[in-house]
């Protein structure tokens, strides 16, 4: 079992940045994509972007404003994140689709923990 680790949240105030770090720790074959989703209170979890291929795909509430990059060598995605909105306010995962063992036939996807960020005055 694969437990990515999140790093990076906090308080901000409005226009403010963040940059959140992700890892996905010990010996992994492949990582086909990697993503950050976030999930606000009472609400559903929504996708805020991905990246695959050397691409990266943004939710249109984020465009502009928000930075995937990611480390293949080290197996690591960041989330940078510029000009913060107060409904930007969730607890932001990361997830991965990867294969730990080169038999793997499919790519399985694992989750972090969640880090909270909080945009308020």
């Known amino acids: 079992q694969v437990q990515l680790v999140e790093s990076g949240g906090g308080l901000v105030q409005p226009g403010g940045s963040l940059r959140l770090s992700c890892a996905a720790p010990?010996?992994?074959?492949?990582?086909?994509?990697m993503g950050w989703y976030r999930q606000a209170p009472g609400k559903q979890r929504e996708l805020v972007g991905i990246?695959?291929?050397?691409?990266?795909n943004y939710a249109d509430s984020v465009k502009g404003r928000f930075t995937i990059s990611r480390d293949n060598a080290k197996n690591m995605v960041y989330l940078q994140m510029n000009d913060l909105k107060p409904a930007d306010t969730a607890v932001y995962y990361c997830?991965?689709?990867?294969?730990?063992?080169?038999?793997?036939?499919?790519?399985?996807?694992?989750w972090g923990q969640g880090t909270q960020v909080t945009v308020s005055s």
């Open positions: 010990g010996r992994i074959f492949s990582i086909d994509v």
């Open positions: 997830n991965a689709d990867l294969k730990l063992y080169a038999t793997d036939r499919t790519s399985y996807r694992y």
């Open positions: 990246t695959r291929d050397g691409g990266a």
